[in-house]
Nanobody
Framework: QVQLVESGGGSVQAGGSLRLSCAAS????????MGWFRQAPGKEREFVAA????????KYADSVKGRFTISRDNAKNTVYLQMNNLKPEDTAVYLC???????????????????WGQGTQVTISS
């Protein structure tokens, strides 16, 4: 049974930092691209960042470029999202996702992901 468990969310003031983690189990982690998405109340789920299954190829939403960094540790079956200089508009539930990938493309659309975590709440106050 595949499980993705996010952690690290919380409440911080604008300008602060948080580091999210997503621990995966039940799948061959090194063959899965990993992504972070977020969903704010009343809004659609949106892409935040993604990383290929092996190597350092990444993609980011324009709204988080230069502030967020995605990384992964295949030995620990874990993907991370370091979030710096947080803004109130970053407030959302953050979800990690895993998508089977044998190619070179970094997935940025939700439909390319096969498994999803339950999410972790991030709240940024001004």
């Amino acid at each position: 049974q595949v499980q993705l468990v996010e952690s690290g969310g919380g409440s911080v003031q604008a300008g602060g930092s948080l580091r999210l983690s997503c621990a995966a189990s039940g799948l061959p982690f090194s063959t899965y691209a990993m992504g972070w998405f977020r969903q704010a109340p009343g809004k659609e789920r949106e892409f935040v960042a993604a990383i290929r299954q092996i190597g350092s190829s990444t993609k980011y939403a324009d709204s988080v470029k230069g502030r967020f960094t995605i990384s992964r540790d295949n030995a620990k079956n874990t993907v991370y999202l370091q979030m710096n200089n947080l803004k109130p508009e970053d407030t959302a539930v953050y979800l990690c996702a895993a998508g089977l990938n044998y190619g070179m493309i970094v997935f940025i659309t939700a439909g390319r992901y096969d498994y999803w975590g339950q999410g972790t709440q991030v709240t940024i106050s001004s």
